[in-house]
């Protein structure tokens, strides 16, 4: 990695703004390779460089990628001045780095959502070419019938072009699972409404091969750790 600023190092990671860099180095609370920063301006290597602040090394994650598990009343936005965001949900300390949702849930909808400030990742897992699976459990306010499951297995005309072909899995009278590879706009709900069906209750469990833990709460966020982030990126 190039040499940057110290304050444009420190401040990346979200926690700490360039001015709380700049009263850090005036009190000598960071060091680079055992020397005091004597200046924010200190250009260091992340790669090669060893940093402390206060004693202790300044780990420096180039990228961020946090599974959230969405509950309703969050729109997918990185802003919006009349309702609640997904990044509200994100830890304080990861707030100041420019994380952004890859794909989007609707407001009612909830499960699986990954945050990140990786455009190559989001764009490898968003787009159609790259098949990167996403599985749902949906209710229905009908009961489910194999002509949906045929129908959807052939590909459901909408006004916007016939779908890719998604697997339906019957669960329950009006439950079932169903695995799209591809994300077009209310596609479930289009999609079942094309049968005279309403989605009741759409949840999202899987993206690629990674599946939300039981153990992620609603409204959670948490980092991926290299297996997971090798899962999510699994193709269909």
Known sequence: MAMERIDKIIASQGLYSRSDVKYMVNRKRITVDGKVVTSASQKADVDRNEILLDGKPFVVKKQ???????????????????QQTVLELVPAALKGR???????????????????????????????KKHVQK????????????????????????????CKDAKLTILGEKTAEVTLREGRYHQI??????YGAKVVRLHRIAMGGLFLPEDLAEGECRELTAEELEKLQKRG
């Open 189 to 194: 709900k289009r999609m079942f409404g094309c």
């Open 98 to 128: 420019d994380i952004f949702p890859a794909g989007r849930l609707d407001k009612d909808t909830t499960g699986l959502m990954i945050l990140t400030d990786d455009g190559v990742l989001a764009h490898n897992i968003l787009s159609p």
């Open 135 to 162: 599985i749902y459990r949906v209710e229905l306010d009908i009961p489910v019938t194999e002509e949906m499951q045929k129908g959807f297995a052939e590909g459901v005309a909408l006004n916007d072009g016939v």
């Open 64 to 82: 961020i990628y946090l599974m959230l598990h969405k509950p309703m009343g969050y729109v997918s936005a990185t802003e919006d001045k009349k």
